[in-house]
């Protein structure tokens, strides 16, 4: 799948770009504020998600779901999630602080696309974000 194995080159990027469930605005925020190369996030983000993705009815059993729209869903977890995660699938701490951003920008913007940005924001600060794409967004990265 592509982006399992790191950035590999532009083609890589390009092929992974809709993989993943974080939208552009998102991305650009992330990547201003993140301590990984702009280039890095797609195939990063295509990484997680292919870790995620398959776990879609764990996170239905073990989380709350605060949103879901065609081809995303999304979910407040243990602030510690994004750890294990990373271990997982061997993110260095700075990795794994730029795929944290990305998803916590991209929950807090479902959150003002819902009008509930404030509740959003408020749950985001005692707890993590996770934004999970289902099967249905594959091919949209821009929404």
């Known amino acids: 799948m592509p982006g399992d194995e790191g950035a590999e080159g532009p083609k890589e990027v390009e ?8 939208e552009g605005t998102a991305l650009v925020k992330t990547a201003a504020l993140a301590s990984v190369p702009a280039e890095r996030l797609p195939t990063l983000l295509a990484r997680v998600q292919a870790d995620l993705g398959p776990r879609i009815d764990e996170y239905h059993r073990r989380y709350e779901r605060i949103a879901a729209d065609s081809g995303r869903e999304t979910f407040l977890v243990e602030p ?11 993110l260095s701490d700075r990795e794994r602080d730029a795929v944290t951003r990305a998803h916590e920008t991209a929950v807090e913007r479902v959150g003002a696309d819902e009008g509930r940005r404030e509740e959003f924001e408020a749950a985001l600060e005692i707890r993590s974000g996770v934004v999970v794409g289902t099967a249905e967004r594959k091919g949209d990265g821009d929404n």
């Open 80 to 90: 510690d999630h994004w750890e294990g995660v990373g271990n997982r699938l061997g």
């Open 15 to 22: 092929e992974s770009a809709g993989s993943y469930p974080i």
